[in-house]
């Protein structure tokens, strides 16, 4: 199983970016995907979840409103949209799956793989 991510780069507060995650090696129709961050110095934390089902969506309260995550099963990929950036949205952002996932997406333990990263830098 691999979980790619990519799109992160440097951009300026405000600048929007769309994140990717490509899935190989998994059924990825029956797996949730979701987002999550570490900044420099910091725990790595939730940001976004979409269940496996595609009905719900998760964020947390820090990106609600600015950013969106979907998914497109056909080209086995998920993404992350996301507006009005902040200096402090400067982090290693991170793709997980998690087998049928509905519930608890914001918990790390939830998820059976990860991806190795992309990077996101937003100057002020």
């Known amino acids: 199983v691999q979980l790619q991510a990519s799109g992160g780069g440097l951009v300026q507060a405000g600048d929007s970016l769309r994140l990717s995650c490509a899935a190989s090696?998994?059924?990825?129709?029956?797996?949730?995907l979701g987002w999550f961050r570490q900044a420099p110095g910091k725990e790595r934390e939730f940001v976004a979840a979409?269940?496996?089902?595609?009905?719900?969506?998760y964020y947390s309260d820090s990106v609600k409103g600015r950013f969106t995550i979907s998914r497109d099963n056909a080209k086995n990929a998920a993404y992350l949209h996301m507006n009005s950036l902040k200096p402090e949205g400067t982090a290693v952002y991170y793709c997980?799956?998690?087998?049928?996932?509905?519930?608890?997406?914001?918990?790390?333990?939830?998820?059976?793989?990860w991806g190795q990263g992309t990077e996101v830098t937003v100057s002020s």
């Open positions: 997980a799956a998690d087998k049928l996932g509905e519930y608890n997406l914001s918990i790390m333990r939830e998820y059976d793989y």
């Open positions: 090696g998994l059924t990825f129709s029956s797996y949730a």
């Open positions: 979409v269940t496996w089902s595609g009905v719900s969506r």
